[in-house]
Each structure stands twice: as C-alpha cells, then as structure tokens.
C-alpha cells in the first residue's frame, strides 16, 4: 500500500509499504479515508521527538471504514464507519477503567523509553515514534487498530465525514482542556493558540459556560476563524501586550481559566530576548521545549485561576516562574486526550448543531501531495488551518 513516511527532519516521503495485518485478536484493520494532519506531527517532522526511525507512517487523526477483524472483536463489524481515539486504550487496566485511557498501563509495547524518561509508561499513539509504542500512522490506505471495540467508534447518522475525523484528537483533546479547567457559568476564559485545538477548547469553553473567551494567536486568518465560527474576542499577540489586554478586560484581575493549546514550540514574538534563550537551548539540546506560553499564562492568570494544558510538551523546561505560581495559588491541570470518554458525547453536540469541527478541514489533499501538504500546513500558507488527505 501507499504511505506517508518519515525519513529525518522535515523529510517525508511517499512510499510503498506491506499492508497492516490482524496481529492480535482484538485487532481490525480500517480503510482510512480521511486523514489529518496534526499540530502535534510538526513537533516529529522537527526533530523534537526521539526514537523516530526512518521509513515510520505518519498520522494519527482518522476515519475510515473497518474491512477485516480479529476473532475476539465484539462491537464492531467489517463496513462499519468509524473513527478511531489517537491515543490507544485497552479498555481493562486500571486507569483505562478510572476513564483516563490515555494513561493506560497496557498498550505500548516498548514501555522502556516513557519508564526511562517519565518514571512510569505513557499510552501508546498511532504514528508517533516508538517512545510512543512504534504503531503504524494513518497516512496510508490501511492501519492496524489495536484493542478496537474500545478505540473505534462508530459514526452515527447525521454526522459526516468531515466533522467525525476529528473526533479522533483535535476535538477531544479542545473538548478535554475546557473540561478539565473546571469552567463555571460566568467565567473569562484565555486561549493561546487558535490551530484546530484551540478553536475546538474555544466552542467547548462556551459549551460549559464561560461568558467570554479570548483567543490569542498572531495568524489573522486562525484569529478570524475563533471570531467568526467560534465566537471568540481575538488578541493578536503581536500587536497589544496580552498581559495588559487581558488584565484590561478582566479589571485587573487576570482570566479565570487559561488554556495551552501551543505547547513546545511556542513562537516567542512579543517576549523578545526569552524566545531566543529557549531557542538556543532547544537547538543545543540543553531544554527540550520552549515554553513561552506557559510563563505568560503563569503571570496572565487569575490568583486562584487554572491553567489547563493540552498542547504537548515532551522533556525538560527552563526558567519556570514557580514561585509566581505558588504564591498566586494555581491549579494546573494536564494530560494527553481521553478521547474514549468523549467520543459519544462529541458526536451528540456535532449532531445537535452545538460544535462543527468540518471548517478545521481547510484542504482536502491526496496521500501523494503528503510533503507538500505538511509544507503548507507548517507555514500556514493560504489560510491552511488542517490538510485532510484522502488516500
Ligand atoms: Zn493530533
Ligand atoms: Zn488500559
């Protein structure tokens, strides 16, 4: 079959590649049809994610239709139309039980790396290194799908295509950060970053109650669309100072909730002399991520306010404000999606009106246009906002 394949730092490459077959009995391979490009995937073809091997399929966002499965899969039916939770759950460990499938103790079979690096192993995810478990992406024709009567959900009548590919992370994942936030009616509620994540935690942050939220970015077109499909008030970071905008806006007091949807890479414009330590250090591999948003939302925030964190972050930061959050008594809150707990639950908005993730899909490509696709999309050339390819 045909794939989208890593080979080194902003080298991927079409290839052909054996097709995935049922390796465990709880297995289904699914056609893909749709297949997105994640804000997350710039991080691999940057070279900030270790244990990337070259000729590894790319993707993790998708939708397709099952055509074969294993003997001890239950729910599911060749045909179906589903999509699939990016983060792999085996739906029996304890974690996966508690509803945090993202934690889950059981489905990365390399769990040597996360155990080294983080104390104790990560869940594993579809086209994301082998830190991460070393499954098969989704940019190709075919993927392989482990533990699949809890992965795949089925796509209900009235939800199309277009809206349920990113069910598998981009709306669980903005979904997750405004639930976790503890968002209460009344509530001003920050966003830095307005790609898919954003502009999904933006219409949840509504959807739970807030009475504004604040959308900042620096892409005209991205802080268009939080303002026009979203409904959010857009700051662009590099025209206002955003620690006075939003302090403005609030009287003084700060946002109730702030929410990360940036993570690593943050672009540094407004905070100058910052930008350029953290680059340094992240280029000679003295820090591993950049964290410019978070020490703005650090000092942004409310005193008793929440920062929620969905925008991923991988190893070692530096010049963390600490103090600034200790004594301003900060809750953090964090964490890869538990998209298995939303999946139903997004569907039921997406068929009532509530949320439409389909403007995120702003080209619709083919597997070939795959280095091109991403090129756009990391330049955020003519208004790219996600590339969906359909293999
Ligand atoms: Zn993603
Ligand atoms: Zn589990």
Redesign the pocket.
Known sequence: MKALCWNGVNDLRVERVEDPRILNPHDVIVKVALS?V????LHLLDGYVPTMRPGDIIG??FLGEIVEKGPDVRYLNRGDRVITV?IIGCGKCWHCENGDSSLCDNSNPKPQYSEAAYGHCTAGIFGYSHAFGGYAGSHAEYIRVPYADFNCFRVPEGVSDEQAVFV???AP?GYMAADMAGIRPGDLVAVWGCG??GQMAIRSAYLMGAERVIAIDRYPDRLQAAQMKAGAEPLDYTRVDVFDALQAMTGGRGPDVCIDAVGMEADGYDTGLEYWYDRTKQAMGLESDRPAVLRQMVECCRKGGTLSIVGVYGGMIDKFPMGAAMNKGLTFRMGQQHGQRYAERLFEHIRKGELDPSYLLTHRLSLEDGPEGYAMFKKKTDHCMRVVFAP
Do not use: N, Q
């Open positions: 997105s994640c804000g997350s995937d993790h966002e990016s598998s992370d981009a994942t898919g994540v």
